[in-house]
């Protein structure tokens, strides 16, 4: 499978169903500039003032184009100005759509992969920023007539300078445009001599000079002349044939072939006009050599070889050596060679990219011949291909003539995974709508056929796509998918849920224990206090009951604010005690950061015995509740629920309030007490009136 990032989205092509849509967190790192090697730049005879007059044009800033015949050395000339020191971008345009382009001229400026080294696709925006920022020399090589890549790279790369060759003028708006004549004399003649490899013979001269002439230099029929003298014609035959035309000249090429050389450059006229890697020819050709035979057709002037192993026929020659050269392969059997070829390459053997315009081109002459079912087969070979390698454009013309022909032919399954592809696409294209009636129509078709991986697939996608936007609008924007976990996160979260749970569990047990003792709403302790939870009148250790003796009292006496004075016996905790004080608002608050009495304190709510009680020991609370039910509070507090006071001193004299100075004696000029909720509590409190504020209590009784 291929996987391709996508803004924040990963596609990946799986094996039979077509794409797969995802949410993507991989970091995209910012693309980095690539190291240029120096190009060895080509053998250049005959064009050093027109070499000079466009590299005063391109350094004043100015784009130039050359047009001119096939054959007239428009390549040669651009790619030895592409290769003169500074960075530039060679695109041989053909087929290519206009973001195809863009997108090729990227690649061979920067490095786009993102840090885990997945290849990443960038937006045409991007795209035209990323040019733009390095403002490079473009190259663009083998431009059709009316072809709008020029004149759109133009617009959108105000400041580079473009350098253009085709048939035709296409650039326009100011740009010099040149028409590229043949070599000079001189040079012609130099070129033909070492072409034909030994001297040109004295007597030989005025049919040479007469013949040059004819092909009126163009370097193409120059070579193809020498090779026809080296093969063994006669000089003059050679002269006579190319008088009537440079078409001539092919014909009488094309007449001395062997069967491997026919075949090789019969599939190269099936596809003319690409450049393709000598396996792809010997895969669609069937041929055991297909290097070499490429080779010894180079030399003959037949084939153009760019690059060490790149093959092409010119667009110019199609006709010609189509004509001759049909009965010489199979459509059929050209295909069928190619699957198994491609197959061999998306598993990593050679780059399936380097032959997909082959592929495309394969295709395009299997629609002109309505041989549905083979395009179909191709369209399916090539998206895979044009997918991986990011030519996106094109890809989409590839799915649209695939359906077309499975329409045709009613090949329903291909139809579906034609449609499924084309939703993807509109997906990457931001046209969220277009996408999901795509990926509708490929789900009906594969659920009325019983595909069930195909249909689920596609299901996946629907979703993804129809989720893009919650508010409704025309934009895309991914749904997010499942986050990655954050294991220190779900840890905490699981130990809050236990502390949580066991606070609940200890103030459930502690209510039913109150409960047993008799007497008023049960008190719930704070978790971690020191020694029971106590209510009315307190003594000294080793009593019982309220008014039986010193000591702690466990019945508990009610307040008469229905709450509750709690309070632990000696000895059981280090000098702490908590109180808890009902409070005013029928909404619980909730504090953040818990409130602890570090002193020995006494609390001053009267109990039903109208004795203080007074504690002597203190304990500690080291754990928040929060309580769920209002209460009446006793103090000033703004707080909207139970609180914790938290005494900064030892008291003999209560307050009412909780650290305020406004009522009560003793607690003058103590700093306000945080209010703390209680998690996990009871309601505990009701709302009655404050208690009456009580004296001083005195020694305790004998």
Not at 19 to 35: F, G, I, K, M
Not at 82 to 96: K, M, P, W
Not at 153 to 167: F, M, Q
Not at 188 to 194: H, V
Request: charged share 20%; net charge positive; aromatic share 4%.
């Amino acid at each position: 499978m291929d996987s391709v990032l996508y803004g924040s989205s990963r596609i990946t092509l799986t094996s039979r169903s077509g794409t797969r849509l995802q949410r993507s967190e991989l970091l995209v790192r910012d693309p980095a500039p690539r190291h240029q090697r120096a190009a060895a730049a080509p053998v250049l005879l005959g064009r050093e003032d027109v070499l000079a007059t466009a590299w005063r044009e391109v350094l004043s800033g100015r784009s130039v184009e050359f047009h001119g015949p096939c054959g007239a050395g428009k390549t040669t000339l651009l790619r030895h100005l592409a290769a003169g020191g500074r960075r530039s971008a060679f695109v041989r345009v053909g087929r290519t759509p206009p973001d195809d382009v863009l997108h090729l001229l990227v690649d061979q400026l920067y490095v786009t992969v993102s840090a885990d080294r997945e290849p990443v696709k960038y937006s045409r925006a991007v795209c035209e920023r990323l040019v733009g920022h390095l403002r490079p020399l473009i190259v663009l090589d083998e431009v059709p007539p009316g072809s709008p890549v020029p004149g759109q790279l133009a617009a959108a790369l105000p400041g580079c300078v473009l350098v253009v060759a085709g048939e035709q003028p296409v650039l326009g708006g100011g740009a010099a445009s040149r028409l590229l004549p043949g070599l000079p004399p001189d040079a012609a003649f130099d070129l033909f001599a070492r072409s034909l490899g030994r001297p040109v013979q004295n007597t030989e001269l005025p049919v040479v000079r007469r013949l040059l002439a004819d092909v009126r230099g163009r370097p193409l029929s120059v070579r193809q002349a020498a090779a026809l003298v080296r093969a063994g014609y006669p000089l003059g035959a050679v002269a006579e044939r190319a008088a009537r035309g440079p078409r001539e000249l092919d014909r009488m090429s094309a007449g001395r072939l062997s069967e491997p050389e026919r075949k090789a450059l019969a599939v190269l006229a099936l596809v003319a006009g690409t450049l393709v890697p000598g396996a792809w020819v010997s895969a669609a050709g069937d041929i055991t050599y297909a290097v070499q035979t490429l080779l010894a057709l180079h030399e003959r002037g037949l084939v153009e070889q760019p690059q060490e192993d790149r093959f092409g026929l010119p667009v110019c020659l199609q006709d010609s050596f189509r004509d001759l050269l049909l009965d010489a392969v199979s459509l059929s059997a050209t295909v069928n060679g190619l699957a198994g070829w491609l197959e061999d390459a998306l598993q990593g053997e050679t780059d399936a990219l380097e032959g997909v315009e082959g592929l495309v081109g394969l295709l395009g002459y299997a629609a002109e011949r309505a041989e549905w079912r083979a395009v179909v087969r191709l369209a399916k070979l090539a998206e895979a291909a044009l997918f991986a390698g990011r030519r996106w454009q094109q890809w989409k013309e590839v799915l649209e003539q695939g359906e077309d022909a499975a329409r045709r032919i009613g090949d329903r399954a291909s139809e579906a995974l034609f449609a499924h592809e084309l939703g993807t696409v509109a997906y990457t294209e931001d046209r969220p709508a277009d996408a999901a009636a795509r990926f509708r129509c490929a789900l009906e078709l594969r659920t009325a056929l019983g595909d069930a991986a195909g249909a689920e697939l596609t299901r996946e996608n629907l979703a993804y796509v129809t989720g893009a936007r919650a508010d409704g609008g025309d934009g895309a924007r991914p749904v997010p998918g499942p986050p990655r976990p954050n294991v220190l996160r779900q840890a905490l979260l699981w130990l809050a849920g236990l502390a949580a749970l066991v606070v609940v569990i200890a103030a459930v047990r502690q209510a039913l224990a109150g409960d047993g003792d008799g007497g008023g709403p049960p008190a719930v302790p704070l978790p971690g206090a020191s020694g029971p939870v106590a209510g009315g009148s307190s003594g000294s250790p080793g009593a019982g009951r309220s008014g039986e003796g010193p000591g702690p009292v466990t019945g508990g006496s009610p307040s008469p604010g229905g709450g509750r004075v709690t309070s632990s016996p000696s000895g059981a905790s280090p000098g702490r005690s908590v109180v808890i004080i009902p409070d005013s608002s029928r909404s619980p608050s909730v504090s953040r950061s818990p409130s602890v009495s570090r002193s020995p304190s006494v609390s001053r709510s009267p109990s039903v015995s109208r004795s203080p009680s007074v504690s002597r020991s203190p304990s500690v609370s080291r754990s928040p509740r929060v309580s769920r039910s209002p209460g009446v509070s006793t103090s000033p507090s703004r707080s909207k629920g139970p609180v914790i006071r938290r005494e900064t001193g030892p008291s003999t004299t209560g307050s009412g309030h909780d650290g305020d100075d406004e009522r009560g004696g003793g607690g003058g000029g103590r700093p306000p007490v945080p209010h703390v909720a209680m998690p996990g509590s009871m309601a505990l409190l009701s709302g009655r009136p404050p208690a009456p504020q009580l004296p001083p209590p005195g020694p305790p009784p004998r």
